[in-house]
């Protein structure tokens, strides 16, 4: 007879108190670094998005896209495995790109599960480098991610994804035949789209509030005024704004703590964020 009550299996999920504190990872995957904010910790873990299988380098996650799901596990496994907290499993709040899809969220979920989380949730990265700098959310707000490998102009109202683009073309393309001006002039054409065919004229009111710069090529000059001068708008490069999205996803795990009802959906995108 198989008794009542025996041993719990080995990787079962206790029910989780959120009356105590919640050990959390803020984790943003970039083609070309990867960055993680563990909660208890001031500084934030920066490395380049490589793993190694014997003498040899590979890139997992390449222009937005996770290639290599394993390797990608393989690679945060080296940088957090060892920093996990004592205190349970984590709660993983994770930024995706604004197209990634439901594709992109499954390899990355299925990636970090090396972590061994309580939860994993998700936020476009464009709303997480927003709340970095507590952006207004309720109007309709325009942040262009100038990264590595893609460039993405996104549009955000009442705090959600109402219309995005990108393109395969980032810093890591710049040289004598590919000019800072291209990367500008990619920007300025994806937000042109969006003008022509924007019903509510939300795009028009964004631009007129100015647009978010974020992402490595926020430092640029070079691509910043050209971008001001052909968008006739002003454009505010955030602070540090290569890191601005895992700041803002760090931001949101006390969002987590103060609503545990965001964990059954998986998806922090509607959630306000609380004080830190």
Do not use: K, N
């Amino acid at each position: 007879m198989t008794p009542a009550f025996g041993p719990r299996p080995p990787f079962a999920r206790r029910p989780w108190s959120w009356s105590r504190p919640c050990c959390g990872i803020a984790v943003d995957l970039g083609s070309a670094r990867t960055r993680a904010w563990l909660s208890g910790r001031r500084t934030i873990i920066d490395v380049p998005t490589v793993t190694f299988q014997g003498a040899a380098s590979a890139y997992p996650i390449q222009r937005g896209c996770i290639v290599d799901t394993p390797g990608t596990a393989r690679m945060l496994h080296r940088m957090l495995g060892h920093r996990l907290p004592r205190c349970g499993r984590p709660v993983i709040i994770l930024t995706t790109p604004v197209l990634g899809g439901v594709a992109y969220r499954t390899e990355a979920r299925a990636a970090v599960e090396i972590l061994r989380p309580r939860t994993v949730l998700t936020v476009p990265t464009a709303r997480a480098a927003a709340v970095s700098v507590d952006a207004d959310l309720i109007r309709p707000l325009l942040v262009v991610d100038l990264g590595a490998h893609l460039t993405e102009v996104t549009l955000l109202a009442d705090g959600a994804v109402v219309d995005a683009r990108h393109t395969a073309l980032g810093t890591i393309d710049l040289d004598r035949l590919t000019p800072a001006a291209r990367i500008a002039d990619a920007a300025v054409a994806m937000v042109t789209t969006m003008l022509e065919e924007d019903p509510g004229a939300q795009v028009s009111d964004a631009l007129r509030r100015g647009a978010l710069l974020v992402g490595g090529g926020a430092l640029r000059p070079d691509i910043t005024y050209r971008l001001a001068r052909r968008l006739d708008t002003p454009v505010r490069p955030v602070p540090a704004p290569h890191t601005a999205a895992v700041r803002g996803a760090a931001r949101l795990l006390q969002a987590v703590h103060t609503h545990p009802s965001a964990a059954a959906g998986g998806d922090v995108t509607r959630m306000r964020q609380g004080p830190v």
